[in-house]
């Protein structure tokens, strides 16, 4: 089905901070994912389908119905066998028709107008089979046509991956030089599995309004399930500020969010570094060296980098 999501869908998606809400700053907004494809087209023509379009091969001229998507957490998936957790947005489109049309083609768009094309495809024998035959559906007036579009955020779900990053700076300085550890996504299952599942992946959104803190261990090592959350003793925790967003690059597919500790916040012998949205997020637990101290002299800064592709 990648072909069918357009390369502008892929760039709009760099703006998505939220699921039911907007996340960003104030003055750097998101967008909500249930806003993502607000509008729809039909069309009557034929051709190649292709990542880069905009619009369709012949669009009717009826006008795009809007719609919110719609989103339930209890619909959201855990799959510890398959390794992935995943949320549904659905939107669901309808017109009503004065004039015959022999619809062919479909879309997803942004906008009400203009060359916004999210998604596209033809109408198949079937819908769920992207090698299905294509058909056309004839419509005439006074018939009703509703379309309904499935669109799905996945996290891959590895138990805990080696990973190391490097902390510029004047030799000598506490922490600098690299730094080795294991990260992983994690759930809290404190909260219901949906819930869970969802601050997870809205930590892990491009524009996600979380934040950063290190911490340490209440009492022995941190849990190594992937689905545990890190144990944060709060009274040594300390959080960052997410200062800012950088600047998207379309066709990178990436957007990074710069995170800073300033000087007059110090923390000894860290063991984790956690990025959330309050009950699931991303781990990065020490462990060569195995703990990390900032002096309240130093100022710690941290790029968390989020990526995204078709499936």
């Known amino acids: 089905m ?41 069309g009557t023509g034929t051709g190649t389908l292709s990542q880069s379009r905009t619009a369709l091969f012949a669009e009717i001229p009826e006008p795009r119905p809007y719609t919110t998507g719609s989103y339930n957490a209890n619909n959201n998936v855990y799959d510890p066998v398959n390794n992935y957790i995943e949320i549904k947005v659905v939107f669901t489109y309808e017109w009503r028709f004065t004039t015959a049309y022999n619809l062919t083609e479909f879309g ?9 094309l999210l998604y596209h495809d033809f109408f198949r024998q079937n819908q769920s089979d992207p090698n299905s035959t294509p058909i056309v559906v004839s419509v005439v007036p006074g018939d009703i046509l509703r379309l309904q579009m499935e669109w799905y955020l996945r996290a891959n779900w590895t138990s805990e991956t080696t990973v190391n990053f490097v902390i510029n700076g004047t030799t000598g300085n506490n922490g600098a030089g690299r730094h080795d550890g294991r990260v992983r996504v994690y759930l809290d299952f404190g909260l219901d599995a949906g819930t869970a599942v969802d601050n997870a992946i809205i930590t892990l959104l491009p524009k996600a309004l979380s934040r950063a803190r290190l911490g340490k261990s209440l009492s022995g090592p941190q849990p190594t399930g992937r689905d545990q959350p890190p144990i944060l003793d709060e009274a040594i925790e300390s959080n960052s500020v997410l200062t800012e967003f950088l600047a998207y690059s379309n066709g990178t597919y990436r957007r990074d969010a710069r995170f800073v500790w300033p000087t007059g916040q110090g923390i000894t012998d ?21 703990t990390f101290t900032k002096t309240a002299n130093q100022t710690l800064e941290i790029i968390f980098r989020r990526t995204w592709t078709r499936i």
């Not at 997803?108 to 916004?116: C, D, I, V, W």
């Not at 860290?270 to 195995?290: E, H, I, K, L, W």
């Open 270 to 290: 860290a063991q984790v570094m956690v990025f959330d949205a309050g009950y699931g997020g991303f781990c990065f637990r020490f462990t060569n060296p195995s």
């Open 108 to 116: 997803a768009f942004a906008g009400q107008a203009g060359n916004n």
């Open 2 to 42: 990648s072909v069918r999501i357009t390369d502008y869908a892929m760039n709009r998606f760099a703006e998505v901070g939220g699921i039911l809400y907007g996340g960003g700053t104030s003055t750097d907004p998101g967008i909500q994912f249930t806003q993502f494809a607000p509008h729809a087209g039909l």
